[in-house]
T-cell receptor, first 114, second 117 residues
Framework: DTGVSQNPRHKITKRGQNVTFRCDPISEHNRLYWYRQTLGQGPEFLTYFQNEAQLEKSRLLSDRFSAERPKGSFSTLEIQRTEQGDSAMYLC????????????FGNGTRLTVT | AQKITQTQPGMFVQEKEAVTLDCTYDTSDQSYGLFWYKQPSSGEMIFLIYQGSYDEQNATEGRYSLNFQKARKSANLVISASQLGDSAMYFCAMRPISNFGNEKLTFGTGTRLTIIP
């Protein structure tokens, strides 16, 4: 169990550029989640996958955001035409099983849009 | 929809004392799980403890215990014998337990705990 891995750890980009983040979950976990966290706030749910199926998307996930989990293993989160308001920590988590199973989080990708 | 309320933005506690972090929740789900996470300044979210809504006994994990009062919809975290390494943000979170795929974990705004030597 190597834990949830996220890359990159930090990303600085200019407004209007596209960025892509990667998440590698714990290998036996079939559920994968993306959250966004801004300074001083709790994580906000963005989307989640069960295997390769994207089962729920938050209304926070505008049409500039897209997430994929093509083979039910790693996932990518892409933000197109970044805005300064996208600056945040993007957290990925995985879990095995249903509601009683805790989510295990990665260390996050900190995005700064200048 | 679920809502988590943490009313203590910050707390200062003397080392070795016990501390209680408050959490209240609101949900229409009959079956749900309550979680506490710790987030040190390094940023990782560390799972601490879980309580199921139908669990009759309060959960305990080492120095952590969860004071679950279902009728009052509260799930307070108790840390006994606090240590300097307990200084961190603490988040209460809840998740429905259902067969209908609604598995979003909803977080509160957190409490920043500072342990004073």
């Amino acid at each position: 169990d190597t834990g949830v891995s996220q890359n990159p750890r930090h990303k600085i980009t200019k407004r209007g550029q596209n960025v892509t983040f990667r998440c590698d979950p714990i290998s036996e976990h079939n559920r994968l989640y993306w959250y966004r966290q801004t300074l001083g706030q709790g994580p906000e749910f963005l989307t989640y996958f069960q295997n390769e199926a994207q089962l729920e998307k938050s209304r926070l996930l505008s049409d500039r955001f897209s997430a994929e989990r093509p083979k039910g293993s790693f996932s990518t989160l892409e933000i197109q035409r970044t805005e300064q308001g996208d600056s945040a920590m993007y957290l990925c988590a995985s879990s095995q099983g249903t509601g009683s199973s805790p989510l295990h989080f990665g260390n996050g990708t900190r995005l700064t849009v200048t | 929809a679920q809502k988590i309320t943490q009313t203590q933005p910050g707390m200062f506690v003397q080392e070795k004392e016990a501390v209680t972090l408050d959490c209240t929740y609101d949900t229409s789900d009959q079956s749900y799980g309550l979680f506490w996470y710790k987030q040190p300044s390094s940023g990782e979210m560390i799972f601490l403890i879980y309580q199921g809504s139908y669990d009759e006994q309060n959960a305990t994990e080492g120095r952590y215990s969860l004071n679950f009062q279902k009728a009052r919809k509260s799930a307070n975290l108790v840390i006994s014998a606090s240590q300097l390494g307990d200084s961190a943000m603490y988040f209460c979170a809840m998740r429905p337990i259902s067969n209908f795929g609604n598995e979003k974990l909803t977080f509160g705004t957190g409490t920043r705990l500072t342990i004073i030597p």
